[in-house]
């Protein structure tokens, strides 16, 4: 898995190459993490170049989400690819995560 | 009704037996014809020699959980559900039910409600599977269903395959509740419409799940096509909330297969079970590279 940080004004946007599962999780979670820790809690997921997510890449996405709202931020995704869309559907992930077409629709929903 | 006396209930399964510290279970879930997409994906595993240390399925997936579970090749699976899963399955109407919902004055309704006569299916499911028995099967096989009193989730894992396959496939309306032992059960999808819980409660950490959410109706032409509706948007909902719940809860890996059929696949689509298995295989193809690194990072 390969992580791209860039800042967007007050967007930390994290982008992903690869799988987000089981191999790759815990080296995403240190990630965000770290960004959050740095005081950047508004983070957008770039999921251009994500082809694949499991249920340890849910729960990494979720622990996120969390610790970046309790910080006052959140974890916003972009650019889904359908086929990992069509997982966080099925698995009730797009009920509490946003979700834009793309990066810029995602970072300005942080000023909106 | 229930069959022979060796039919039990929410007996405490055999253990599934697992030769290295994975242990994987493949989990089909609802979704009638489409189901057969397992076969494809089970072609991929044997294939690939890996092996699968417990079987669950459910509706229309227990059928095809059944037919793995119990060794028989995919040619000869195909064949048989091939021949047991037709249209003139629900061509005959039960008409003394249609009766009881109609005149409940004159004829007292019964539970025992489906607007189809299911002899042809039960006469079906017996020359596939005949007497066989869980017990039989060469990998652990647990089917469930859902007791229609209680709304409880019962996972059958000894005694009849046929008794509980046919409580399995009780469809709503369709096919009547079904009788084993003193209780009475509907269609396991209407509890859970992909059962991981009951692979995560048998030990297994890698899960390879393959389900299907219930198509909705083009045209809501009849009061029929209403309920089924109905119990479309109810199950769909069913199966994300406890697909999530699942994902958030087990420990280790569920690997959803998800095949893109290209066209419609309908209730009775018997003839398209070879594109359904292509997709299934093509489906499973897509996520072998990674289920092959998992199983070696969490093998022995």
């Known amino acids: 898995m390969?992580?791209?940080?860039?800042?967007?004004?007050?967007?930390?946007?994290?982008?992903?190459?690869?799988?987000v599962d089981?191999?790759?999780?815990?080296h995403l979670i240190a990630a965000f993490r770290e960004q959050i820790g740095g005081g950047s809690a508004r983070l957008v997921g770039d999921l251009t170049s994500v082809d694949y997510t499991s249920s340890a890449g849910l729960r990494a996405l979720l622990e996120t989400v969390k610790d970046a709202r309790q910080h006052g931020g959140d974890l916003r995704l972009a650019a889904v690819r359908p086929e990992v869309l069509r997982v966080l559907e099925l698995s009730g992930f797009t009920s509490i995560l946003q979700v834009f077409v793309d990066v810029d629709a995602a970072v300005a929903s942080f000023t909106a | 009704?229930?069959?022979?006396?060796?039919?039990?209930?929410?007996?405490?399964?055999?253990?599934?037996?697992?030769?290295s510290r994975n242990r994987v279970a493949l989990v089909i879930g609802a979704g009638s014809v489409k189901c057969a997409a397992a076969l494809g994906?089970?072609?991929?595993?044997a294939r690939e020699g890996i092996g699968v240390d417990m079987v669950v399925g459910c509706s229309g997936g227990s059928l095809y959980a059944a037919l793995i579970a119990l060794?028989?090749?995919v040619e000869t699976a195909e064949e048989m559900t091939r021949r047991l899963w037709t249209r003139e399955l629900t061509k005959k109407r039960h008409y003394a039910s249609l009766l009881r919902a109609m005149l409940p004055q004159v004829f007292p309704f019964q539970e025992s409600f489906g607007l189809v006569d299911d002899r042809l299916i039960l006469?079906?499911?017996k020359v596939a599977f005949g007497g066989r028995t869980f017990e039989e099967a060469r990998?652990?096989?647990f089917l469930t269903a859902t007791d229609f009193h209680n709304g409880e989730q019962v996972v059958f894992s000894s005694g009849s395959l046929v008794d509980a396959i046919r409580a399995s496939i009780a469809i709503p309306y369709v096919f009547r509740p079904w009788k084993v032992g003193d209780r009475l059960f509907v269609d396991g999808f209407l509890c859970d419409p992909m059962p991981v819980g009951v692979a995560i409660k048998h030990g297994a950490n890698v899960i390879v799940t393959l389900g299907?959410?219930?198509?909705?109706?083009?045209?809501?032409?009849s009061v029929l096509r209403f309920a089924f509706q109905l119990s479309s948007i109810m199950s769909n909902n069913l199966l994300r909330a406890n697909y999530a719940f699942h994902n958030l809860a087990h420990h280790t890996e569920i690997l959803p297969i998800i095949p893109q059929f290209r066209e419609r696949i309908s209730l009775f689509d018997t003839d398209k079970i070879p594109y359904v298995i292509e997709e299934g295989e093509r489906a499973a193809e897509r996520e072998l590279p990674y289920l092959r690194r998992l199983l070696s990072s969490t093998g022995e």
């Open chain 1, 2 to 19: 390969q992580i791209t940080i860039e800042k967007k004004e007050i967007v930390t946007v994290v982008s992903i190459e690869g799988s």
């Open chain 1, 22 to 26: 089981g191999m790759t999780a815990a």
């Open chain 2, 1 to 19: 009704m229930s069959s022979g006396p060796g039919t039990t209930v929410a007996e405490e399964p055999r253990e599934a037996k697992a030769e």
């Open chain 2, 41 to 45: 994906l089970q072609k991929v595993l």
């Open chain 2, 71 to 73: 060794g028989i090749p």
């Open chain 2, 123 to 125: 006469e079906r499911l």
């Open chain 2, 139 to 141: 990998i652990p096989l």
């Open chain 2, 212 to 221: 299907f959410e219930s198509p909705y109706q083009g045209r809501v032409t």
